[in-house]
């Protein structure tokens, strides 16, 4: 039988694809990865959408019980929705191989990403370095702003992704405050973004010290030097 990973895209139960709705129509049963990221909208309302009982997964489970997983997939056939591109976070390629290894069938349903939602900024995609998460508990951690430093050395953008721990999302206010408690200038022009992919998502550039915003999840810039025509994209997002 075939494990299905399906992007659920970025904003709500209606970002599925046609794709990864008929794999859901077709599947036994129905995983829903709630730790890595979040959707606006009630698991009530993907179930009445999806036309099937779903079933949430922690943190733990994945990692420690996808042993049960795999075992059903050999079985019948087995979804986990995976809110944005499924195998955006790294977490969910060790599911993927796995699954090749024990030669269970495994299909990935491509959806939106934050990683290319930060597009609607105006900085250019491919003028990003390496991607950074400022975690909860940071205070004897420098490895995100380290990156931050790197990527501004070898003239990158950064995108600083945040923390997200069951209940709790980082806000981009946070995770200024960490990068400025790390050496960041207050007066650095950063971008923070709000619920990308929403139809109206919150999206402001500004001084570190000053960028506060209120959709979620959220996530922070660190732009390197702008090219003319990412200056003139930044200045729509500018209060
Ligand atoms: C591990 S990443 C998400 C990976 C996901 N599979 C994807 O492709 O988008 C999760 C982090 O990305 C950021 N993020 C996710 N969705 C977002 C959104 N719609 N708007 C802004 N930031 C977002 C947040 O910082 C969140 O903690």
């Given at each position: 039988?075939?494990?299905?990973?399906?992007?659920?895209?970025?904003?709500?139960?209606?970002?599925?694809?046609?794709?990864?709705?008929?794999?859901?129509?077709?599947?036994?049963?129905?995983?829903?990865?709630t730790y890595?990221?979040k959707?606006?909208?009630?698991?009530?309302?993907?179930?009445?959408?999806?036309?099937?009982?779903?079933?949430?997964?922690p943190r733990?489970?994945?990692?420690?019980?996808?042993?049960?997983?795999?075992?059903?997939?050999?079985?019948?056939?087995?979804?986990?929705?995976?809110?944005?591109?499924?195998?955006?976070?790294?977490?969910?390629?060790?599911?993927?191989?796995?699954?090749?290894?024990?030669?269970?069938?495994?299909?990935?349903?491509?959806?939106?990403?934050?990683?290319?939602?930060?597009?609607?900024?105006?900085?250019?995609?491919?003028?990003?370095?390496?991607?950074?998460?400022?975690?909860?508990?940071?205070?004897?951690?420098?490895?995100?702003?380290?990156?931050?430093?790197?990527?501004?050395?070898?003239?990158?953008?950064?995108?600083?992704?945040?923390?997200i721990q069951e209940t709790k999302m980082?806000?981009?206010?946070?995770?200024?405050?960490?990068?400025?408690?790390?050496?960041?200038?207050?007066?650095?022009?950063?971008?923070?973004?709000?619920?990308?992919?929403?139809?109206?998502?919150?999206?402001?550039?500004?001084?570190?010290?000053?960028?506060?915003?209120?959709?979620?999840?959220?996530?922070?810039?660190?732009?390197?030097?702008?090219?003319?025509?990412?200056?003139?994209?930044?200045?729509?997002?500018?209060?």
């Amino acid at each position: 039988m075939t494990l299905y990973l399906i992007g659920l895209g970025l904003h709500d139960e209606r970002d599925i694809t046609l794709k990864g709705l008929d794999a859901i129509k077709a599947c036994k049963k129905v995983y829903f990865e709630t730790y890595t990221s979040k959707l606006n909208t009630a698991q009530h309302n993907m179930e009445k959408l999806y036309g099937k009982k779903i079933t949430a997964i922690p943190r733990s489970f994945v990692e420690e019980d996808a042993d049960k997983l795999l075992k059903e997939a050999k079985k019948e056939d087995v979804a986990v929705l995976i809110v944005g591109a499924p195998l955006a976070a790294t977490t969910h390629i060790d599911l993927f191989l796995e699954a090749k290894k024990q030669k269970i069938p495994v299909e990935v349903i491509e959806n939106g990403s934050v990683l290319t939602a930060i597009g609607i900024t105006g900085l250019f995609l491919y003028k990003f370095g390496r991607i950074t998460t400022i975690p909860f508990n940071n205070e004897k951690i420098t490895s995100p702003y380290d990156v931050v430093i790197a990527n501004q050395k070898n003239k990158l953008h950064t995108l600083c992704l945040l923390d997200i721990q069951e209940t709790k999302m980082m806000t981009a206010r946070e995770g200024l405050d960490y990068l400025i408690r790390q050496g960041l200038k207050k007066e650095t022009l950063v971008v923070a973004c709000g619920a990308l992919g929403a139809p109206d998502p919150e999206i402001k550039a500004g001084k570190a010290k000053d960028l506060k915003i209120t959709r979620f999840p959220q996530c922070i810039l660190v732009p390197a030097d702008l090219h003319f025509k990412e200056e003139e994209a930044l200045s729509i997002w500018k209060p």
